[in-house]
């Protein structure tokens, strides 16, 4: 059964930059498109950027677009969303999520089905 691991978050001043992590056990991640969600206090859980099984194709939200890039290395089971220019907007608890079944990134992101694998999240505050 796929398992997934985020880390990589923390405290960060406003401009600053963190790369997330998301590494996967017991399965293999080839098969799964993967996204990135995130979910601030009292609001609803929000795709921010998904990417396909060959990281070929990616999505980012709005929100992101130009500041965030989403990776994956299938050889070592991992994906990765490096952010920069971190605003205190960006303050969440980051998710990802997995899907075995074929679909676009943006269709990934789009909203939370409840077929999805996620992890258990990891917590990126930004502040001064």
């Known amino acids: 059964q796929l398992r997934l691991v985020e880390s990589g978050g923390g405290l960060v001043q406003p401009g600053g930059s963190l790369r997330l992590s998301c590494a996967a056990s017991?399965?293999?991640?080839?098969?799964?498109?993967i996204g990135w969600f995130r979910q601030a206090p009292g609001k609803e859980r929000e795709g921010i950027s998904c990417?396909?099984?060959?990281?070929?194709?990616?999505y980012y939200g709005d929100s992101v677009k130009g500041r965030f890039t989403v990776s994956r290395d299938n050889a070592r089971n991992t994906v990765f969303l490096q952010m920069n220019s971190l605003k205190p907007e960006d303050t969440a608890v980051y998710y990802c999520?997995?899907?075995?079944?074929?679909?676009?990134?943006?269709?990934?992101?789009?909203?939370?089905?409840?077929?999805?694998?996620w992890g258990q999240g990891t917590q990126v505050t930004v502040s001064s």
């Open positions: 017991g399965a293999t991640l080839d098969y799964y498109t």
């Open positions: 999520a997995a899907r075995i079944r074929l679909l676009t990134p943006q269709a990934m992101c789009a909203r939370v089905t409840g077929n999805e694998s």
């Open positions: 990417i396909s099984r060959s990281g070929g194709i990616t």
